[in-house]
């Protein structure tokens, strides 16, 4: 094999192994050791943490999301062993989202890869992400609600990372990809029954009986 061959061959792994690792189902696999449930028919029907967190509390919801993000941060490290640049890893980024949101082996029916994205975003640019991370959680903690704190931290991440010397590839990029996020969400909520999302934005830190 020639070295045009070692170079696709590494790319193509390097795709592989990152959907796979984004499919590892912490949400799923939470629902069903503290339920012995689907957690896909329950709450917001999302495999994510916020979803966790509604429905088991704030530790089972903290869990998976450090779980999921983690699969980003690998994600991008798992990246630079088979490509060292940023191509390579803001491809891996990707698809790891995918993996996270439309994982193979659960009928393609995943999360909303927030949390992974997080991570992703921590891995490829640090200095315009890791100070907006307790900025979103004092956020979190005063308005009890995901959606306010995960959207404060995407929308600054872009203008924080031009103003820390970011390439336009990569606002570019971790733009398209809070817009997958946004509309994977968008999806979600309009799959729910007319009834309304009784839990989309306020979090319910009490255990579900």
């Known amino acids: 094999m020639g070295r045009r061959g070692v170079a696709i061959l590494s790319w193509i ?7 796979l690792l984004g499919t590892f189902p912490s949400a799923y696999l939470a629902g069903k050791f503290l339920q012995g449930a689907d957690i896909r028919a329950l709450g917001d029907r999302n495999l994510g943490a916020a979803n966790v967190w509604r429905l ?53 029916k995943g999360g909303r890869g927030a949390s992974t994205l997080v991570g992703i975003l921590l891995a490829i640019w640090p200095q315009a992400t890791f100070p907006l991370l307790p900025l979103s959680g004092i956020l979190l903690l005063l308005t009890r609600n995901s959606t306010v704190a995960l959207g404060f931290f995407f929308r600054s991440t872009p203008l924080l990372a031009w ?24 999806m979600t ?21």
């Open 56 to 108: 088991f509390g704030a530790s089972a919801g903290i869990t998976v999301f450090i779980v999921d993000c983690a699969k980003g941060i690998a994600a991008i490290l798992l990246a630079k062993l088979f490509v060292d640049n940023q191509q390579s890893a803001m491809l891996g980024g990707l698809a790891a989202v995918a993996g996270h949101n439309w994982p193979a082996y659960l009928a393609f």
């Open 189 to 209: 909520v309009r799959r729910l029954p007319t009834r309304g999302h009784p839990d989309t934005d306020a979090i319910q830190t009490s255990r579900m009986s």
């Open 163 to 186: 103003l820390t010397g970011a390439s336009l590839s990569f606002i570019g990029y971790s733009t398209m990809l809070m817009a997958l996020v946004g509309g994977t969400h968008w």
């Open 13 to 19: 792994s390097n795709i592989g192994l990152c959907y």
